[in-house]
């Protein structure tokens, strides 16, 4: 692989979606490890995540392949291979042979052969491409165990072998070396605070030494929302926060975490937690992005090794914590919406009812889709799956189940809280040329501020 | 000594001793594993009320997949229910169960045992054919879902073949009904029967989980 790794991976920032551009040549291996390497190196990763609560899970699987019936793809495809407890197979393999309570028969018989660089090589498709890690199999297996738990500390093992799908990998390396996945550089992002700050006649802070609320923004939004920044300074504004932007640790992101280079997710977390810590923030505000919720609001305080000495809140929950106290106003906005659940905030994270809140306040007639909340379809773009260009026509078929759930509500409008499904959908709205766009929770709000 | 005077008496013994000395060795080698500490801040307390929460309710599927977990799932809670009103509710195997631990309780009529016993048998060979046939099931499937069928059918059939006299003597049919269930023992902490212990730990992990993020499953 070239050492210009900018040449080899360039961007394609004006598309519907946000990515590198479609590899001519696929890198779908990283690195130059002998097969014998890259598996030595899963197994240590591996190794690392077997927990008792990890073996607990790994030793409860009954094999009834209910988690098949909740997940999209194998709905969608009625391929097996889908089944999500079918996508650890060589977690679970290793830790039989290496970790579980009988591994010493395991190996002494060979009982569980060893691990493979081609197993995991043939297995990279179901553990990236065709998971989001959304957690409906958590929902519905009837043994309780988290599968979408287990393919992240899978994926750990698989970043450290070098088997990392070649979009996944560019952009998580980019946000490791610029601080973001998508270009969204301090230097790019500061340029853009100037123009939006100057064309909306917004005050946008940044860089103050001392803030109680310090925002962060995902870089999906810093490149192809940037009305987010926006919506969210007159928000904040009109609450008189003492809050700022830090361009020291502004990415919400974190590839790291999806990729599954545990390093680089502790790196990015870091930041945005040393900026925090920087300017004395009270709060930090979590931007509409699914995974940046699960990889601070959750894992934060476990990346620092401590309880964080600020509140973690998603940006819904923000507002609908400012409008419950009565210290934000809204006006009525349109007459019918239907809300998608990011998985990662709702299934996942635990902010439901948040944006229901805030939606209840526009006054709007919410028309939930069937399911929704808990049981809600992910958009098909999550845990790095959107990047992916091999992906796409897998991700176009779940997709369809979305867009189906949306129809039958007969909402006007469809709005969301995570620029990620949202940038999905509209990935989709484009292939499909569906008549329904996706618009931002937070962007409503601000539209329809009464100050 | 005679295979039913074996069956009773030293396999007995070997199969409840490797039965329990298993059951121990397996969840000590998964429970004392390392564990991290949590250091977020939860959105909501009450852990304990929301493992003990989805330990209950996990037992059936929320309603948007219902639909596709029928069948599965209603053939998996006959043979589970059957299987329970037959080694509990009959007689023998109260009779045995109050030799070995000295607690009783009355039985079910016979009638209603076999009845039980047969649906058993029924439900537990459309839950083997289903896993022969279906896709996933077939690509899942291993040694130890096959093997773990095999012991948990062999008692019911030795157990209905003994009760109807039939094919052996009594006490033939009965030894082998006694060391069916015998392999049974043995084979409980090595495969995947140990789910019945081990699902109220993995249930109650995820309970937890979701009650710490205020997820309501």
Known sequence: ?451 | MNLLDFARGAAMKWSLAVFVFGIFWRLTGILLLHRTHDYSVPRAHGALLGALRTIIARSWPRREFRARTAYGLAVSYAFHIGLAIVVFGFVPHILLIRSLTGLGWNGLPDGVIYFCAVVTLIALIMALIRRVTHPVLKLLSNFDDYFSWVVTAAPVVTGLLTVAHYGARYETLLALHILSFEVLLVWFPFGKLMHGLLLPVARGQTGAFYARRGVNP
């Open chain 1, 1 to 451: 692989m070239s050492t210009d790794i900018d040449a080899v991976h360039p961007l394609d920032t004006s598309g519907a979606r946000l990515s590198i551009k479609k590899p001519v040549q696929r890198f779908d291996r990283q690195g130059d490890l002998s097969d014998r390497e890259r598996t030595e190196a899963a197994m240590r990763a591996f190794m690392h995540e077997f927990g008792a609560v990890t073996a607990t899970y790994l030793e409860s699987c009954i094999h009834c392949g209910m988690c098949a019936e909740a997940c999209q793809y194998y709905v969608q495809t009625g391929d097996p291979r889908y089944t999500p407890v079918h996508k650890l197979e060589p977690f679970k393999q290793a830790y039989k042979r290496e970790a579980g309570p009988f591994a010493l028969f395991y190996r002494m018989f060979n009982l569980k052969p060893r691990v493979s660089a081609d197993e995991l090589q043939n297995w990279q498709e179901l553990l990236y491409d065709s998971c989001t890690m959304c957690g409906r199999c958590t929902l519905i297996c009837p043994m309780g165990i988290d599968i979408a738990r287990l393919v992240g500390q899978a994926r750990h093992g698989m970043f450290q072998a070098g088997l990392v799908p070649h979009e996944l990998w560019a952009v998580a390396e980019r946000a490791e070396r610029e601080g973001s996945p998508l270009g969204a550089t301090p230097a790019v992002f500061k340029d853009r605070i100037a123009w939006l700050s100057d064309e909306h006649g917004v005050e946008i802070p940044v860089d103050r030494d001392q803030a109680d609320v310090l925002v962060s923004m995902s870089s999906i939004e810093i490149m192809k929302y940037p009305q987010a920044i926006v919506a969210t300074a007159k928000v904040l504004n009109a609450l008189n926060e003492k809050w700022t932007i830090r361009l020291d640790g502004y990415e919400a992101t974190n590839f790291g975490m999806l990729s599954g280079n545990v390093q680089w997710q502790k790196d990015l977390s870091m930041k945005l937690i040393n900026a925090a810590v920087k300017c004395g923030a009270k709060l930090l505000i979590l931007p509409e992005c699914g995974h940046a919720y699960g990889a601070m609001r959750w894992d934060g305080a476990n990346v620092y090794g401590k309880p964080l000495p600020f509140e973690v809140l998603h940006i819904s929950e923000y507002l609908a914590r400012s409008i419950a106290g009565g210290r934000l106003r809204v006006k009525k906005a349109a007459a019918s919406v239907t809300f998608h659940d990011p998985c990662q905030i709702s299934r996942r994270g635990g902010a439901t009812q948040a944006p229901r809140d805030v939606l209840a306040a526009l006054g709007v007639e919410l028309r939930e889709m069937v399911p929704s909340r808990m049981g809600s379809w992910c958009c098909g773009g999550g845990g790095g799956v959107v990047t992916i260009h091999r992906a796409d026509d897998l991700r176009y078929r779940v997709f369809e189940i979305k867009m189906k759930q949306v129809d039958d509500t007969g909402a006007e409008m469809l709005v969301m809280s995570c620029s990620n499904c949202r940038q999905t959908f509209d990935d989709g709205q484009a292939h499909f040329k569906w008549d329904k766009t996706a618009h931002s929770l937070l962007e409503l709000v601000a539209d329809n501020l009464v100050q």
